[in-house]
C-alpha cells in the first residue's frame, strides 16, 4: 500500500550561476517557461500530488519566490477595477491557504544536502518530498504524482536513462534489480567519472524519502565539488531503509541549463492550445533559414 505523503521541501537556495548575468538579481527558480515560473510548476506539481504543506528553502536574493505566493493587493484591485475576472482568479489559485506554507533561510548555499537539513525541524518524523524546480517534468500523471502512488516507504528516488557521458552530471544509481518501473538500488554516487559510474540511470530532482535521511547530513560531510550532498546522505542509507528508483514517465528539461530551458519553453509552448500553432510557424520559419 503506498503511504501518505503530506510535506515537500523546496530547495531554492542555489545561486543559479549557469544562468548569469539572468539570475544576479532573480531567482532561477522564477525564470519563466513560456509565462510561468519554473517554481510554480514545482508547487502545482506537489499540489496535484496531494502535498498540503510547502517548506521553501531560500537564501539572499530570494524574496520574489515569497511575494509570487504571496497576496497582491495592488494587482488585485487593478485587475478587478478593469474587469479582468479570469486573471483575478488566475492570480488567487495560486496562493497557498494560510499557514501551509513556510519559509527556512539556508544562510551560505553549501549544497542541496545541505538545504534539505535546513528543513529539518519542519518536518518531523513522517516522509517528505523533496522537488528542485529547475528540473521540470512534462507528463500525463505528474512526475511526483507517480512517485507517491508508488512509495511504500524508505526513499524513492525518480530515475532516468542518460547518455553514458553525461553521467558525472547526476546522481547514478547503482541497481540490484527491476520489477516494472520500480528499482531496486544497492547504491548511489554523485558525479562520477562515466568508468566509474555503476549504470547510467540517474537521479533527477524528485525523491520521497525517510525521515532518518536528517541524521545523515547531520554530519554536514563534505562531498563531490566540496557541497554537502543529498546523494551521499542516501548512500548512507542503503541497507537500512528500503531504497528504489522509480523509472517517471514523461519528458525531463535540465531548466537549470540554458540549452534544456530553452528546450523546455518550445516543449510547453507547443503543448499550449492558445500558443502551440503560432509558436510551431515561428519554429519552422527558422529551421528553413538554415
Ligand atoms: P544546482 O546544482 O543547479 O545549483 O542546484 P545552483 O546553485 O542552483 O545553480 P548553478 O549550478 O550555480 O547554475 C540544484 C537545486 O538545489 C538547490 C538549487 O536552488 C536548485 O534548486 N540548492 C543548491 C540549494 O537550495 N542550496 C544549495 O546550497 C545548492
Not at 509565462?35 to 510547502?54: H, N, S, T, W
Not at 548555499?109 to 528542485?132: I, K, S, T, Y
Request: aromatic share 8%.
Amino acid at each position: 500500500m503506498s503511504k501518505r505523503v503530506r510535506k515537500a521541501i523546496f530547495p531554492v537556495g542555489g545561486l543559479g550561476t549557469r544562468f548569469l548575468p539572468a539570475t544576479k538579481s532573480m531567482p532561477k527558480e522564477m525564470l519563466p517557461v513560456v509565462d510561468k515560473p519554473l517554481i510554480q510548476y514545482a508547487v502545482e506539481e506537489a499540489r496535484a500530488a496531494g502535498i498540503e504543506e510547502f517548506i521553501f528553502v531560500t537564501g539572499r536574493g530570494k524574496s520574489a519566490i515569497e511575494d509570487h505566493f504571496d497576496f497582491s493587493y495592488e494587482l488585485d484591485r487593478v485587475l478587478s477595477e478593469r474587469g479582468r475576472v479570469k486573471d483575478v482568479q488566475q492570480i488567487k489559485a495560486l496562493l497557498p491557504q494560510p499557514g501551509d506554507i513556510a519559509y527556512v533561510r539556508q544562510q551560505e548555499p553549501l549544497g542541496l544536502g545541505h538545504a534539505v537539513w535546513c528543513a529539518r525541524n519542519l518536518v518531523d518524523n513522517e516522509p517528505f518530498a523533496v522537488l528542485l524546480a529547475d528540473d521540470l517534468v512534462l507528463a500525463s500523471k505528474p512526475c511526483l504524482s507517480q512517485l507517491t502512488a508508488a512509495y511504500t516507504g524508505g526513499n524513492l528516488v525518480a530515475a532516468m536513462e542518460v547518455p553514458p557521458d553525461q553521467v558525472s552530471r547526476y546522481g547514478v544509481l547503482d541497481v540490484a534489480g527491476n520489477e516494472g518501473n520500480l528499482i531496486k538500488v544497492k547504491g548511489i554516487v554523485e558525479k562520477p567519472a562515466p568508468k566509474d559510474a555503476p549504470s547510467n540511470l540517474c537521479v533527477i530532482g524528485r525523491y520521497v524519502l525517510d525521515p532518518s535521511v536528517f541524521d545523515h547530513l547531520a554530519r554536514l560531510q563534505r562531498g563531490a565539488g566540496g557541497e554537502i550532498q543529498l546523494t551521499d546522505a542516501l548512500a548512507a542509507m542503503v541497507g537500512q531503509v528500503p531504497f528504489h528508483g522509480y523509472r517517471f514517465e514523461g519528458t525531463r528539461f535540465d531548466c537549470g541549463d540554458k540549452v534544456g530551458f530553452f528546450e523546455a519553453n518550445v516543449a510547453f509552448a507547443l503543448e499550449r492550445p492558445d500558443l502551440g500553432e503560432s509558436v510551431r510557424s515561428v519554429i519552422q520559419r527558422y529551421a528553413k533559414k538554415k
